[in-house]
T-cell receptor
Framework: DGGITQSPKYLFRKEGQNVTLSCEQN?????MYWYRQDPGQGLRLIYY???????QKGDIAEGYSVSREKKESFPLTVTSAQKNPTAFYLC?????????????FGPGTRLTVL | RKEVEQDPGPFNVPEGATVAFNCTYS??????FFWYRQDCRKEPKLLMS???SGNEDGRFTAQLNRASQYISLLIRDSKLSDSATYLC??????????FGSGTRLQVQP
């Protein structure tokens, strides 16, 4: 089955720890994205990547880092510098980064900082 | 002013009713428009793209009004299963989509 997978589904982290959220797609999409969603709010863009070995900051990149070493994979690291990391994290992909293309989402990871 | 604005609702409607949502945008350079559906604690799923001439998919109709800078979603004959949050999304150039905060719909028996 083609699609986007994210793991883990739920993640608990102690304050001061870095954690890495996985995102994999087998859709052969060039572009991948990370969004954060807080309760009752819309999606805010953290980072996006238009092609392998390249990525750009979104609107709320502070405290996060990414890598894009393979087309299929776009992991997100939530660092200890992120002040309020508890949120629902969504990974998405699109055929390419052209604005006309739909984005498709993975099932998300719920991160809770204890 | 936010780039994309939606009435958060909730819109409470009886089964069988027709309901419409609007989504206004501030940047006239927006080129592509979409409606997504998001169920509680799930990921958004693409409902439909919005074309300049308007488009229909079963009970759902989407329209674009470039002059007034808004898109709309009309749902006819509402079902209980239509209860969800509806997000609009806009694309511009090579940027990632920009999402609205969503409108919550609750269809009641």
């Amino acid at each position: 089955d083609g699609g986007i997978t994210q793991s883990p589904k739920y993640l608990f982290r102690k304050e001061g720890q870095n954690v890495t959220l996985s995102c994999e797609q087998n859709l052969n999409h060039d572009a991948m994205y990370w969004y954060r969603q807080d309760p009752g709010q819309g999606l805010r863009l953290i980072y996006y990547s238009q092609i392998v070995n390249d990525f750009q900051k979104g609107d709320i990149a502070e405290g996060y880092s990414v890598s894009r070493e393979k087309k299929e994979s776009f992991p997100l690291t939530v660092t200890s510098a992120q002040k309020n990391p508890t949120a629902f994290y969504l990974c998405a992909s699109s055929i390419d980064s052209g604005g006309a293309n739909e984005q498709f989402f993975g099932p998300g990871t719920r991160l809770t900082v204890l | 002013r936010k780039e994309v604005e939606q009435d958060p609702g909730p819109f409470n409607v009886p089964e069988g009713a027709t309901v419409a949502f609007n989504c206004t945008y501030s940047n006239s350079a927006s080129q592509s428009f979409f409606w997504y559906r998001q169920d509680c604690r799930k990921e958004p799923k693409l409902l439909m793209s919005v074309y300049s001439s308007g488009n229909e998919d079963g009970r759902f109709t989407a329209q674009l009004n470039r002059a007034s800078q808004y898109i709309s979603l009309l749902i006819r004959d509402s079902k209980l299963s239509d209860s969800a949050t509806y997000l609009c999304a806009l694309g511009r150039g090579r940027r990632a989509l920009t999402f609205g905060s969503g409108t919550r719909l609750q269809v009641q028996p």
